[in-house]
């Protein structure tokens, strides 16, 4: 039962009743040419939320809210990506929601302990280094995905969980900080973890994939300040001042010389340039015009015919079908699951400072993509969490999912039963 009276019963059946309303508009309003479509999508759909809400009720957890609402948003992406042009059922998708479910538990095990993770950090910069040089050897000219035939891999997209994972660790190092030269004292891991950022950067601009590093950026300014408030870090006002200071004019020279299609974005006007670099944004722009509030019908769109109408723009997609009412609920599940981890009691400083982490990962990747696709700001291609396509990023979201998970979804250990001694017994 749960602390606001919901029992477990209770709860899961919200998230298969909102399910089962989005899988009825899909057979009343939907676009298909067999009545076997929707009714294998609904088979397949309901029959995971029945298959994991049983697995769920053998794990010994304290609470099951971020898994109720992990499930709920996956579900409700599957069915999104279902319908994009013609209901159907998005085979691929459907198994990569099953993978970030497995991803889920495997990253919430794998940083339960903070212990665990201080001892071996090491071995995290070592994953991080093993796959910048995967991309730069193996993804073929400055490109970011690896071709193995049957799949393509984006190693940088698996960065993302770790790169957030060593920002969280050696937190105790900023009390014993090593003497320099004089006075100036400084913290061994943080010129690590400075360098790792330094590299990351370099990294995505040779790779021309400029649109991620705001991601990348946000991560490592969410984990230096966290750092920075650790309990007696005792860091002058002095160097806040100038690392401030310093990220600015990294930004102001960026911008400067960005390439040329980075210019071009950043001072293209869309509805001059329609048939040019402002063609996706204006299509998106229409299609969320279209959709209105409540939106054509599932299948009913025709922005699957754009590029990256599955990826890059799936708020405009599913604003289009769905209505822009529904595309807003699953921006709100996403923050909902941030905002219930970070609510909750952490069970460390480690904790606490890896799901600010994450919760910087998905709330960038959300803002590039949704105010990209409304041309706010300059388009990235960046994909929006668990919503978009693609195998690479569900599976390293599905990691950071479980970060988060850990954070709030305690487990306690049972203490051991001692004989309680015998008060009326005589002693000699």
Known sequence: MYKNGLFYGGITMLSLLTHISLLAI????????????????????????????????????????????????LNMSVIFQSCFGKVGFAVKHYIFAVAALICCQIGYRLVQDYKF???????????IGVLIISIILFTGSRGMWINLGFITIQPSEFIKPFFVLVFATSLAAQQNKKKLIGNIKIVCDNWILLGITGLIVLLQWWCRDLGSLPTFAAVAACGFIMRICYPKAKLSKKMLIGIGIAGLAVIIVAL?????????????????????????????????????????????????????????????????????????????MIMLIIVTSLINRPRSYFHTTLTVGVSAVFVAQMALNIFGSCNMIPFTGVTIPFISQGGSSMLSCGLMAGFLKAGQAMVYPVPEKRPVPNQNRRTV
């Open 117 to 127: 993770i201080e001892k071996h950090k090491y071995i995290f910069y070592g994953i």
């Open 256 to 332: 400067k010389f960005a390439p040329g299609y980075v210019q071009d974005r950043l001072h293209v006007d869309i509805w001059s340039d329609q048939t040019g670099n402002g063609w996706q944004q204006c299509q998106a722009l229409i299609a969320i015009a279209e959709g209105g509030w409540f939106g054509k019908g599932p299948g009913h769109g025709r922005l699957y015919k754009v590029p990256a109408a599955d990826t890059d723009i799936v708020f405009s997609s599913i604003s289009e079908e769905w209505g822009l009412l529904t595309a807003l609920l699953a921006v709100f």
């Open 26 to 73: 899909v057979f009343v309003k939907g676009e298909y040419d067999n009545i076997f479509d929707p009714v294998l999508l609904s088979v397949a759909v309901l029959g995971l939320d029945i298959v994991y809400f049983c697995i769920l009720k053998f794990l010994k957890q304290n609470t099951y809210t971020f898994d109720i609402l992990f499930i709920t948003l």
